[in-house]
């Protein structure tokens, strides 16, 4: 874990997001052991990070037993040894500054990760949050990370089941071209991928039903499996940062996983599980690492201003075919830009506001000289299909 924090913090990251697993600190009812979790929180504060786990995953004991012969994903029989165990998890950590916030399970509104009701989850989220705030009234309660942005399911946990004021912050996670059909891909997951989509459906009835709440994306990532390269996963990345951050309402990218699987680990959940790391399992760097961390020193900034349409893209030579183009203003006033065609191999111009002069990052975060700017226009910027290109434009009076 010191070795993973480690390659953390050269990526700019403070914080870790993982799961508390029941059966780890309570292997049998009312054997309490958080002996190994009190130097593990401990370690992750000699190292300055913080923590933001999810508790889950049903001991064996005490599962209430689901459609399959698993019993990690089922709920519990007995609500109130979940209670118990949130209870003595909790209070054992309450003195601990560095964990700033407690998610209740991961993944329940698909049945491979929970195998039980909408309702059922909503008793666990309660009573969660209830022991949570008997042991830490300081600590926030996030809602599970949900597979996709399920707009049935939030109605259900807020409206039908009364949910709404258990939990501070609303998540899902996001793996689109990795988990998701071949039509639905990063750049149409928010706003066409599922019926009930993000814009038209998921925020209007989250703010209506659970009351206006962050939406984060705490879990993201692409699977470069065989047949997938690197440069596939760092593009993808370049993609992501771009796409995600412009949304209105997304505050927060979760970054799944700091390195991959060994090949002989058993995981849950398919092939794709092992590739998903930007580090190797020797923690050497993928390609993809470098990508993340020039974006985390650009974009990890404080407030972005998202000025998507005060950009004005012109097509001088070549052809547009599936263009998009995304600009952020950071608190300095110096912008970072995106720009890629899907398909096509337009020569663009690009009006972004005023500045100073531009720097051009490739996928691996080095520098690339980009001289052709005259503090108002970037001139001839030509596309190849589906590669983005990176611009800082340092603010005027800057360089």
Known sequence: MAKDFRLMKELGLTTWRGSLAWGDYEPAQGQYDFKWLRQFVELAAQHGMSLRPYIGYTAPWAAGGGTDKEAWNDPPARLQDWSNFVSRLTGALSGQKNILSYEIYNEENVRQWWDGTAEQYNQVLQKGAEAIRSSDRTKPVIFGGMVYPDADWVKAACDEYGSGDSFHI????????TWTEKHIVLENYLDQGYPNHFQGTFIPWADQYCGRKPIWINEAGFAN???KSEPDQANWW?????????????EHLGIYQIKERKQSETVIGGGENYYLGISRPD???KMAFFTIKRLIGL????????????????VTGGKKVELYSHLFV???GSQVLFVWDK??????RLHPRPGSAVVEYALDGSPLPFRSYNGKTLERVKLTPGLV???EIKAAGKS
């Not at 974009?299 to 012109?314: I, M, P, S, Y």
């Not at 398909?343 to 663009?348: A, C, I, S």
């Open 170 to 177: 609303l998540p899902f996670h996001a793996y689109p071209e």
């Open 225 to 227: 499996t065989p047949g």
């Open 238 to 250: 370049a993609r992501a940062f771009a796409t995600f951050l412009a949304s209105p309402r997304v």
């Open 283 to 285: 923690r050497t760097r």
């Open 299 to 314: 974009l990890d900034v404080g407030n972005l201003t998202v000025a998507d349409r005060e950009l004005k893209v012109e």
């Open 330 to 332: 950071r608190p300095d």
């Open 343 to 348: 398909k096509g191999e337009p020569t663009l």
């Open 389 to 391: 290109r990176i611009f």
